[in-house]
């Protein structure tokens, strides 16, 4: 995790198209440079619990997992979670990877156990578990690991966006 820096906020605000909100770090940063998952705070500003701690915000890969989603791969991903005991332990596990480091930020009592991404045991969010697998490491998220797989290099062509003016440090 590293902290958000002026330009960071500029460029998230760019790739989400609106002002991030309540961000606690930097999951995880491009080949490029720019942030592509952001941790978010487990209780917003107005006081909304909010349980996507990763939430992916390169809009490349957002698109292109979009792609993966309509093309029925969660629904293949939740049954093999039925058919494949190690990978449902392996999700499980992911699981609690996630719910772990949203308790390190700050525990919410309203979403205490509840993850993302349809984690433990189906398959409802490939944009969740590309992000933990972003934040966490490969390794984590088993299924998340399978949607970075897939989307290969997504930075390939240069990054995703650049803010119209990048605030600059006066000093």
């Not at 698109?63 to 058919?83: C, V």
């Not at 992000?131 to 970075?148: C, H, I, K, M, Y």
């Amino acid at each position: 995790m590293s902290p958000v820096e002026p330009r960071d906020e500029a460029v998230i605000e760019a790739q989400l198209g609106r002002p991030p909100r309540n961000i606690h770090g930097i999951g995880h940063r491009c080949p490029c440079g720019n942030p592509d998952v952001v941790a978010t705070e487990p209780r917003l500003d107005d006081g909304t619990p909010f349980p996507t701690t990763f939430y992916l915000t390169c809009p490349r890969a957002a698109s292109m997992i979009g792609t993966l989603e309509a093309s029925g791969l969660m629904k293949e991903m939740s049954e093999r979670l039925e058919s494949d005991p190690d990978l449902a332990a392996a999700y499980r596990t992911a699981h609690e990877a996630y719910l772990a480091f949203r308790t390190s930020i700050g525990e919410v009592p309203e979403i205490a156990g509840v993850s993302a991404g349809g984690m433990p045991t189906r398959v409802k969010c490939l944009h969740v578990l590309a992000g933990q697998s972003l934040a966490q490491g490969r390794g984590v998220n088993p299924l998340g690991d399978e949607v970075l797989d897939l989307l290969g290099q997504f930075w390939a062509d240069g990054p995703c966006v650049a803010p119209a003016e990048t605030p600059t440090d006066p000093a």
